[in-house]
């Protein structure tokens, strides 16, 4: 094993001051070192920190890595299992046993189904911002509705039940809170799925929750999916809606070359995926020794794979630091790879489409309502990176 090889004690806890879409700066020198880094967990474990393309791909797609909790040796504790149903921190056959069931359900074709639904909750969050306006909090008037209905309409939340809902999944994924608040707000989440999941069964209604109950998965495991597609449904498309309005308001060039060609928005998304990578890291723990990027992972080591910096990697993407809407192929990694491909990754798109075209067209003015150095970002501590609020204003 080379003694040269880069080594990253910590994993930053901010980002360069003016830059608030690059990843951190220590992780980019990082993967100027090479694609694959030293690195110790803070419990003092040794592991590895991978931060080229190719490298966290082929991890991705390597069964002799687990997602499994309880083998992430991070800390210097032993982790539990991830509780029934929350099939992200699983293997197959267990992790097979929760997807396939919703694979049919999130197809691409049943997604586009939704576009309509999706324009109408679009404009209705549009209307009401101009109509208090001109000014606004984009994240709670724009960013987080839009992903919040959509996905208690798929899941069957009942709608009165919502902003309390979303003000929990807020707390325990926004990484600015206590354990005691995560703890909290964890429990309530739980409780009420669990009630819900109750009433799914005694009286199911046209949803995919009530689907699933027609099914033979336990209660718990209903509770542990519907909590997995709740989070991830709503919070990282509304941290893409709202950093990415913000990057194209800080990209003059690249917005009004999206608003002079609105065709272009499909190719807008995905390099706003791309360049934004709001789910920025996750882990996988060697079964086997496995040589990767000429190093030996052994047994039971834990890696922690640096999805932002594969997604700005100059041997994959040619100006990688570049907000491009017209570059070329995607091949991002934003939405994963392998059997744990984020199984949302068609809806996501589709709501952001037409987001940020309804947005971008009822709003030809919209512009920061603050200095952009004044927008309050999410700490890198939290699971999905973002925008806390965003202050626009337009032209009455």
């Known amino acids: 094993m080379s003694e040269s090889l880069h080594t990253v004690t910590t994993l930053p806890t901010e980002r360069q001051t003016g830059c608030p879409f690059d990843p951190p700066a220590e992780l980019i020198d990082a993967r100027g070192h090479g694609p694959i880094s030293r690195y110790t967990h803070p419990g003092g474990k040794p592991g590895w920190l991978i931060t080229g393309y190719d490298l966290v791909r082929s991890v991705l797609a390597d069964s002799r890595f687990s997602s499994r909790k309880e083998l992430m040796n991070v800390v ?26 919703l694979v049919g359900k999130f197809t691409a074709r049943r997604m586009r189904l939704l576009t309509e639904r999706i324009e109408q909750v679009t404009a209705a969050c549009l209307d009401a911002m101009e109509e208090a306006g001109p000014a606004a909090d984009l994240v709670t008037a724009f960013a987080k509705p839009i992903p919040t209905i959509i996905i208690c309409e798929l899941l069957g939340v009942p709608y009165e039940d919502r902003d ?26 739980q409780e009420y799925l669990a009630q819900l999941v109750a009433a799914k069964r005694a009286n199911p209604t046209d949803d995919v929750l009530s689907e699933l109950t027609d099914s033979d998965l336990t209660d718990e495991e209903l509770k542990g999916i519907s909590l997995i597609l709740l989070a991830a449904g709503f919070d990282t498309t509304a941290n893409m809606l709202s950093l990415g309005t913000f990057a194209l308001l800080q990209n003059p060039a690249q917005l009004a070359a999206l608003r002079a060609e609105p065709a272009l928005i499909d190719q807008a998304v995905q390099e706003l995926l791309r360049y934004l990578s709001v789910a920025k890291t996750f882990h996988r723990t060697a079964l086997v020794d ?68 309804a947005l971008l067209g009822r709003f030809p003015t919209l512009r920061l309502a603050v200095p952009a150095e004044d927008v309050a970002l999410r700490p890198e501590t939290a699971d999905i990176y973002g925008v806390k609020s965003l202050p626009v204003t337009w032209d009455a």
């Open 290 to 357: 496995v040589e990767v990027g000429g190093q030996i992972i052994e047994a039971g080591t834990t890696v922690v794979l640096s999805y932002n910096t594969a997604n700005r990697d100059r041997e994959r993407f040619a100006d990688p630091h570049v907000l491009d809407i017209h570059r070329q192929g995607g091949g991002h990694l934003a939405f994963g790879h392998g059997i744990h491909l984020c199984l949302g990754a068609q809806l996501a798109r589709i709501e952001m489409r037409v987001a940020f075209s």
């Open 76 to 101: 210097d504790f032993e982790l539990p299992p991830a509780p029934p149903g929350e099939f992200l921190l699983m293997d197959d056959p267990q992790h097979s046993r929760y997807r396939k069931p």
């Open 164 to 189: 309390s809902f979303q003000e929990q999944i807020d707390t325990f994924m926004s990484g600015g809170t206590s354990d005691e608040e995560l703890i909290a707000a964890y429990t309530a989440t």
